[in-house]
């Protein structure tokens, strides 16, 4: 029986059975279906399966969280399956088909600011060590800054402004040339026509408000205003999205022999025209509208309540992928205003749910399975990286993700009401105070402060009635034994489970473990034709059909995978004998698996074996590679 043959077959008809697979990837941990019918798939009994480490869908595709056995379990499922898997390109095509027409525009807005986001995320890290240089006055009795103090600091913050400027009052130029890029159209067109938009000719736009005549482009029959649009976001898409439909349409109408010459000057020309005439002052006033809208809501005398919903519902709302119109808003509000008091709470919801999280792995300490989940997401929550945690964990369990709403909302309400603003998106998470005022840190410490406990402090109450003990980990057969702790102190080296010369993972002739998707390790070029055991462990897996590999569980956690040769899976088990079975205890140097590496290489296949980690647990280890090891005897890695 393969490795994963029983999940394979739970899985199969669980997500609706074969005709309802439109296409099938993977990447590193999960596996991505774009399915027919996508309420055939049972979740509450696909996550039921021992393999499977949570579920969501996001972007028309459903994906089934594995862990870095993934590769395995895909390459198993389809073979099952007997369908054929796709790249993930063609995954994300076929997508858009379980998509409405919002979901899509959202998806294409998501992706457009996907790529400008890191430059806002440093401007705004930049704007906040500017404010702490030249505009707090810590010296002389609070009459002075520091840059008030030191020629250096005056240089720095003056030298700073440089990269701010680039990002916030040329933010135009990124939009359009990400537009050029999502929609496949010439990049450099893009980038042109953003430049047209903040050119050094025109009035900048944040001196519009202040100025006493404006220029204009004078035609005779007609006057432009030579305005500027620095900052300006819903103005930019619009203007890319006219040269990239202009760009489109001649593409399809030209003869190719001068589209060369016809397409670029055609597109370019017209829509700088249209940008400065009709759609850039359009975009203007609609961007004004929704940041006026927004920033009223927020500071009227119910912002408390706008707070409320938004710090409560922002985590539902990244389910959707809907969030990423808050990127389009943020920054209408730093251009408008010269700050934003939505990122704050953007930053307060990711620390809550991190904390919901935190709050699981307190309970389900003695559930390892649950904590090679609840940790890396709540680290990577904490960062300002929230899916894996919502995702994988609190919507798994359903009052995780109520408790961190909770605390989010309430942290909200006290950022809003002390009226806590950020410089510009910032780093999600803890590191969010970064981007914050520094005028405004207390209050979003306090705001930080609820945002960790409350979720915390509820996710213990609520769970500790809601989960039974196999999720808490305390029913005892999910409890190691004392004798198998002692032993694991005792376990500190592998020795070789192969005779042969001791390689690199990265020179091992296959990509999945050259590349470690499956764990670190190492291979061996065989000399000898016998496979023992590195160490005492207990036989989790064999394959019993191809007989090429054997899995094996460390008294201390540790998982270990042999695998005989590449690609043998295909040799049906001919030349191969098996010499255990799953749930055998085996000490150092008993036989494992005896194989002909004549019948291998006569095949086509390399007898490279890989010795691979797993599952590492909290173990750290060396690899001894260069050298001939003899099966059974020499230590090729060692534990600390």
Not at 402 to 417: N, Q, R, T, Y
Not at 506 to 530: A, R, W
């Amino acid at each position: 029986m393969s490795k994963y043959q029983r999940d394979v077959e739970a899985l199969l008809p669980l997500i609706g059975g074969r005709e309802n697979i439109q296409a099938v990837s993977h990447c590193m941990t999960r596996m991505r279906f774009v399915l027919v019918d996508p309420n055939k798939a049972d979740v509450a009994e696909i996550e039921k399966i021992p393999a499977v480490k949570g579920t969501f869908t996001q972007a028309g595709q459903f994906q089934v969280i594995i862990g870095n056995d993934v590769a395995v379990f895909y390459k198993e499922f389809t073979a099952y399956a007997g369908v054929e898997g796709v790249s993930k390109d063609a995954v994300k095509a076929a997508a858009k088909s379980n998509q409405s027409l919002i979901q899509r525009a959202v998806g294409t807005l998501g992706e457009i600011f996907a790529p400008i986001i890191p430059a806002l995320i440093c401007g705004g890290l930049i704007l906040g060590f500017r404010n702490i240089i030249g505009e707090i006055n810590f010296f002389a009795d609070g009459t002075m800054s520091l840059a008030d103090t030191s020629q250096f600091w005056a240089g720095v913050y003056s030298f700073l402004w440089l990269i701010g400027e680039a990002i916030f009052h040329m933010l135009p130029v990124g939009i359009c040339w990400s537009i050029s890029k999502k929609m496949g159209t010439t990049q450099i067109l893009g980038i042109i026509l953003g430049l047209t938009l903040v050119s050094p000719q025109l009035l900048n736009g944040f001196s519009v408000a202040t100025a006493t005549e404006i220029p204009v482009w004078d035609f005779g029959f007609a006057q432009v205003q030579m305005i500027g649009y620095q900052g300006q976001v819903i103005a930019a898409m619009m203007a890319g999205f006219v040269l990239v439909y202009l760009e489109k349409g001649l593409k399809k109408i030209c003869p190719e022999v001068i589209s060369m010459i016809v397409v670029p000057f055609f597109s370019l020309v017209p829509a700088v025209i249209i940008a400065h005439t009709i759609v850039g002052p359009i975009g203007w006033a609609i961007g004004d509208a929704i940041a006026s809208v927004v920033y009223a809501g927020l500071t009227s005398s119910v912002r408390w309540l706008f707070a409320a919903v938004f710090g409560l519902f922002y985590a539902p709302i990244v389910m959707t992928g809907l969030h990423h119109m808050t990127n389009a808003i943020d920054t209408q509000l730093v251009n408008l205003y010269g700050g934003t008091i939505l990122w704050p709470m953007i930053a307060l919801s990711n620390i809550a749910q991190g904390s919901a999280v935190l709050g699981m792995a307190v309970l389900q300490k003695k559930n390892e399975r649950a904590q090679q989940v609840n940790i890396p997401a709540c680290i990577s929550c904490y960062l300002g990286v929230t899916e894996p945690a919502l995702f994988g964990v609190n919507m798994k369990y359903g009052f995780p993700l109520v408790c961190g709403m909770i605390g989010s909302g309430l942290a909200a309400v006290i950022s809003i009401v002390t009226g806590s603003e950020a410089y510009s998106i910032g780093v999600g998470g803890l590191p969010g105070i970064l981007s914050i005022k520094p005028q405004f840190y207390l209050t979003f410490l306090l705001a930080m402060a609820v945002a960790i406990v409350v979720p915390f402090v509820l996710t213990l109450i609520v769970g500790k009635r809601k989960l039974d003990a196999a999720a808490l980990g305390t029913d005892q057969a999910a409890v190691p034994a004392p004798a198998q702790n002692v032993a694991a102190e005792a376990c500190h080296e592998l020795k070789a489970p192969l005779s042969g010369h001791v390689i690199p993972m990265e020179q091992i002739p296959d990509q999945v473990f050259s590349q470690g998707v499956l764990g670190q390790g190492v291979g061996i070029e065989p000399t000898g034709n016998v496979v023992v055991a590195p160490a005492d462990a207990t036989v989790s897996t064999v394959i019993e059909d191809s007989k090429h590999a054997c899995g094996l569980l460390l008294d201390n956690g540790v998982e270990l995978l042999i695998h005989v040769g590449m690609d043998t899976v295909t040799m049906g088990g001919d030349g191969f004998q098996l010499h255990v079975k799953e749930g055998d205890r085996v000490h150092t140097g008993d036989k494992l698996i005896t194989f002909d590496p004549e019948k291998i290489r006569a095949a086509g296949h390399p007898t490279t074996t890989a010795f691979v980690i797993t599952e590492p647990g909290s173990v750290h280890f060396n690899f001894h590679t260069g050298l001939d090891a003899q099966a059974g005897e020499t230590a090729i890695i060692t534990m600390e």
